[in-house]
């Protein structure tokens, strides 16, 4: 039984993969840079909500909807757009470009910020170092006047 569907089967996957799958261009396709955009929000709103989806939540922000009003557009625009660029792969590789050096530009950015930030809090730490040794010494200093005397 098997033997006779392979004949019917090849040719019917030979069909199946002769390219005519490809999406049709949205007439509401999204600009590539702008597209480049919305998928930089999508991942760090992917990754806020990893992080921590109880701070989103308590705050009212629902991701989706956020990422449509700030851009204007609606699912299924986001939805076709993004098939229609999947497909295209060097397209869609320079889009994901775009997003990585815009994720490594804001890295750059947090990890400088951070860097003051501990260079900030060494210098309290080492101030109420110097602090101590003074009130010690001035606590030194006044134990042996007082044995002085």
Do not use: H
């Not at 392979?6 to 600009?31: A, E, Q, T």
């Amino acid at each position: 039984m098997m033997r006779r569907f392979i004949p019917i089967l090849i040719p019917v996957l030979m069909l199946g993969c002769d390219g005519s799958f490809r999406p049709k261009k949205p007439g509401n396709l999204i600009p590539e840079s702008k597209m480049a955009d919305v998928l930089y929000d999508v991942f760090m709103l992917n990754a806020a909500k990893g992080v921590n989806k109880k701070v989103l939540e308590n705050n009212g922000v629902m991701p989706q909807k956020y990422l449509l009003d700030k851009y204007g557009i609606d699912s299924t625009q986001f939805a076709k757009s993004n098939e229609y660029y999947a497909y295209d792969t060097k397209t869609y590789s320079s889009i994901i470009s775009k997003v990585k050096a815009k994720i490594e530009a804001e890295k750059k950015v947090v990890d400088s910020i951070i860097e003051l930030e501990e260079k900030k809090q060494d210098s309290i730490k080492k101030s109420k170092i110097k602090k101590t040794e003074i009130d010690t010494a001035k606590s030194i200093f006044i134990d042996s006047k007082i044995l002085d005397k």
